[in-house]
């Protein structure tokens, strides 16, 4: 065999040493190559170093003799399989013939619902539609009116508020305390925010210390006494919330609800600020108009009646009183703040609880100011 068919690839291969693979004989007959058969044995996966394949010669076409080419790459995200589709299942049959699936059961007949229809609720994260979140839907109202037990519950109160300022100052001390409680109380329900024993502490605080501010004073530093405890209470209500630790939007709701309810309990105590005689034509008429208002009676009907008892009730006290037909006035002006407040308490589907707090307190909480301005300056013109 001549040197060039013994070192195909030139004598270059002679002066290296480490060449890994030698061929002699007939290894290079491709025309016949005997199947020999050597024992299967383990391969363990080796690592070649670089030093000993550097100078490996590069092999035949298909990477030596007796080796096949390998199989195209495929990419990784093309799936692939080795399994022939499988065909979908015949339709079940029996040993004579095909079974047809025969015609559903005919279940209930839903009958047509009128008005509009609602999902049932769930409990996926949706909120079920409200009373209130409906009605406006559907065009309507969201508001309930207290009704006759709170309105009775009201002319009560009027009613000992009235007798209370009849015997005095003292007198009238006790329902008036417990008017500003129930104010308290209410106007946090009424927005949502229960319990709220802090800020409805707060706020009764606040109507205490101008019941006491008004007894120290007198009557004749009245606005004094009520504004100056309005305005410490304010404050009072800010530092207290800027120590808060809620968010910023709770911070900004409690802050509005707690200086609301303290202003509307420092505000019922113009009642004891106002004159005597037209506290008792204020307490009977506040009395009178909701009562009326409670009647069933059309919207525009039922206000024009409850403005007209408002009126009669505040004449009737005026002659108890001694001031005559102006008590007509002054009671049409604390019907009218009594009508504001009743308005406010049937805000948007309020609760129970907030027609008995708000719904009993709101009226003769409002009309204080009317009370106390009114008889004032109905006084003056006598």
């Not at 309990?265 to 005597?276: C, I, M, Q, R």
């Amino acid at each position: 065999m001549s040197s060039d068919q013994q070192y195909p690839y030139g004598h270059g291969y002679q002066d290296h040493p480490d060449v890994a693979q030698t061929w002699e004989g007939q290894t290079w007959d491709t025309q016949y190559q005997p199947a020999v058969e050597h024992p299967v044995q383990p391969v363990q996966p080796a690592q070649p170093y670089a030093a000993d394949t550097a100078y490996l010669p590069a092999q035949g076409a298909f990477g030596g003799s007796g080796s096949y080419p390998l199989p195209p790459e495929v990419p990784y995200d093309t799936p692939t399989t080795h399994l022939r589709p499988v065909a979908p299942d015949p339709a079940p049959t029996t040993h004579l013939r095909p079974v047809a699936p025969g015609p559903a059961a005919p279940g209930p007949v839903s009958e047509p619902v009128s008005g509009p229809e609602y999902s049932a609720p769930t409990t996926s994260g949706h909120v079920r539609m409200t009373d209130a979140q409906r009605a406006r839907a559907e065009g309507r109202s969201p508001v309930i009116e207290p009704g006759m037990q709170p309105a009775l519950l009201t002319a009560l109160l009027g009613i000992l508020m009235a007798a209370g300022a009849a015997l005095g100052s003292y007198g009238l001390l006790v329902p008036l305390i417990l008017l500003q409680a129930v104010t308290a109380a209410g106007w946090f329900r009424l927005n949502g925010m229960w319990p709220a024993r802090q800020g409805i502490a707060l706020a009764f605080a606040g109507g205490l210390a101008a019941d006491i501010a008004l007894l120290a004073a007198g009557k004749e530093h009245a606005p004094a006494a009520i504004l100056g405890t309005l305005g410490v209470w304010v404050l009072l209500v800010l530092v207290l919330q800027l120590r808060s630790h809620a968010g910023s939007d709770e911070r900004q709701y409690g802050l509005m609800a707690t200086v609301t309810s303290a202003a509307l309990a420092v505000v019922a105590a113009g009642h004891l600020a106002a004159a005597s005689d037209a506290v008792v034509v204020g307490g009977l008429a506040v009395a009178v108009t909701v009562v009326a208002r409670a009647l069933p009676l059309p919207g525009a009907a039922s206000l024009v009646v409850a403005l007209l008892a408002a009126a009669g009730a505040g004449a009737a006290a005026g002659g108890l009183t001694g001031m005559g037909a102006q008590g007509a006035l002054l009671g049409l002006g604390a019907g009218v703040c009594a009508l504001i407040g009743h308005r406010v308490a049937s805000y948007d589907y309020p609760s129970r609880f907030v027609h008995m707090t708000a719904g009993v307190a709101l009226p003769l909480a409002v009309a204080a100011p009317a009370v106390y301005l009114l008889g004032r300056a109905l006084a003056c013109v006598v």
